[in-house]
Structure formats: C-alpha cells, structure tokens
C-alpha cells in the first residue's frame, strides 16, 4: 500500500523560510504528477504548485517568486522550499502525488494525499 509522509512543517516568522518534503513509499512503478496545496479553515484547498514527471512547474500566483517545487525522483519525494513566508501562506500543507504502482498482474495509477502538516507564520 502506497503512504505519503509529510514533514517539515512549523512556526516561522514573516520573511522566512521552510522546506517541506513529502516522501512516497511502497510499490511504486513510477510517479507521474507531484504536486502542494494548501488549506485553511473555510476555505477551499488550492492548488500552491506542481511538478510534472518531465520537470514541467506550475505555481499559483500568490507563491510565485516565493516558493519553488522540485522533486528526487531516486527518493521517490518532492519538496517545498517556501522563501519570505508571509502570514497569509499560514495553513494546512498536503501534497498529492499521482503514481503507478506495481499490483498483481500489472500496474495501476492513483491519486495519493499526504497527511497534512501546518505551516504558520506569525510574528
């Protein structure tokens, strides 16, 4: 069974920065898609980057020129670096990572979600 583990997560003042990095194991062919987003009480859950298998990025706008995604495809992770955080980046993080895994009598591809971990940035 595929599981995604989150961490880096924390308490950061406005300006500074976090990585976050998000690590899949289990039977994995091949990861497609990997991708960050971001909620906060009452509000949707967004999209704040994403990464393709080829390199292809994409960011919202609010965390362009702040964030940068990346991936280590030998470690089966991607990351989150997050600079010049700002109070309005505070929130749940989850990273979704679309990937085939290995099943008995060929391959299957799915959606999987982190646990979440909580970025807050407060003076």
């Known amino acids: 069974q595929v599981q995604l583990v989150e961490s880096g997560g924390g308490l950061v003042q406005p300006g500074g920065s976090l990585r976050l990095s998000c690590a899949a194991s289990?039977?994995?062919?091949?990861?497609?898609?990997m991708g960050w987003y971001r909620q906060t009480p009452g509000k949707q859950r967004e999209l704040v980057a994403a990464?393709?298998?080829?390199?292809?990025?994409n960011y919202a706008d609010s965390v362009k020129g702040r964030f940068t995604i990346s991936r280590d495809n030998a470690k089966n992770t991607v990351y989150l670096r997050m600079n010049n955080l700002k109070p309005e980046d505070t929130a749940v993080y989850y990273c979704?990572?679309?990937?085939?895994?290995?099943?008995?009598?060929?391959?299957?591809?799915?959606?999987?979600w982190g646990q979440g971990t909580q970025v807050t940035v407060s003076s």
């Open positions: 990464i393709s298998s080829g390199g292809s990025t």
């Open positions: 289990g039977s994995i062919f091949n990861i497609n898609t």
């Open positions: 979704k990572v679309n990937l085939v895994v290995a099943t008995i009598g060929g391959t299957a591809s799915n959606n999987y």
